[in-house]
T-cell receptor, first 107, second 114 residues
Framework: RKEVEQDPGPFNVPEGATVAFNCTYS??????FFWYRQDCRKEPKLLMS???SGNEDGRFTAQLNRASQYISLLIRDSKLSDSATYLC????????FGAGTRLTVKP | SAVISQKPSRDICQRGTSLTIQCQVD?????MFWYRQQPGQSLTLIAT?????????ESGFVIDKFPISRPNLTFSTLTVSNMSPEDSSIYLC???????????FGPGTRLTVT
């Protein structure tokens, strides 16, 4: 079993749609959790951290369920500029990356 | 935040040769890492670069093939030795100030081995 598993994607959605990504992790001792965004031919950049209480940043909402070892990212009112690959990242002293889920938002 | 630069940004190399990639961070960081990303794939951790001691390698990566240096808290190098076409990939340097910090990435080095 992979340490971090994500929805395989790709997700192709129209502008304005709501899209949700899921991620599971295998190490119950994992300490912190993140969503990163990677644009084509660019390096990954932090989108948001994920907290047990859930957190929201504008149109983006991240949730963590430690009991189920499950992380989610919800994007509301999708924009064309949201098109990218979204990486679920789990910190076990070093960062472990999921394979990523590609999102394409179409006009 | 931390700004990371890498040199070279890309290179085309012949098989059997070696390439050293340099990574410079604009501030002192506790942790530095090297990742590899194959086209269309996610990031694979090669090793953690330890300041003043030998790097810690992940399963499947060895020092003879990927020697790493980290002489201080802002600089590291990764050498890809005796290259083969299978080594063609993007190599990314990454850094964190401490365990709880965000992890920052350099722009990557795109390596093609012919």
């Amino acid at each position: 079993r992979k340490e971090v598993e994500q929805d395989p994607g790709p997700f192709n959605v129209p502008e304005g749609a709501t899209v949700a990504f899921n991620c599971t992790y295998s190490n119950s001792a994992s300490q912190s959790f993140f969503w990163y965004r990677q644009d084509c031919r660019k390096e990954p950049k932090l989108l948001m951290s994920v907290y047990s209480s859930g957190n929201e940043d504008g149109r983006f909402t991240a949730q963590l369920n430690r009991a189920s070892q499950y992380i989610s990212l919800l994007i509301r009112d999708s924009k064309l500029s949201d098109s990218a690959t979204y990486l679920c990242v789990v910190n076990n002293n070093d960062m472990r990356f999921g394979a990523g889920t590609r999102l394409t938002v179409k006009p | 935040s931390a700004v990371i630069s890498q040199k070279p940004s890309r290179d085309i190399c012949q098989r059997g040769t070696s390439l050293t990639i340099q990574c410079q961070v604009d501030s002192q960081v506790t942790m530095m890492f090297w990742y590899r990303q194959q086209p269309g794939q996610s990031l694979t951790l090669i090793a953690t670069a330890n300041q003043g001691s030998e790097a810690t390698y992940e399963s499947g990566f060895v020092i003879d093939k990927f020697p790493i240096s980290r002489p201080n808290l802002t600089f590291s190098t990764l050498t890809v030795s005796n290259m083969s076409p299978e080594d063609s990939s993007i190599y990314l340097c990454s850094a964190r100030r401490d365990r709880a910090d965000e992890q920052y990435f350099g722009p990557g080095t795109r390596l093609t081995v012919t």
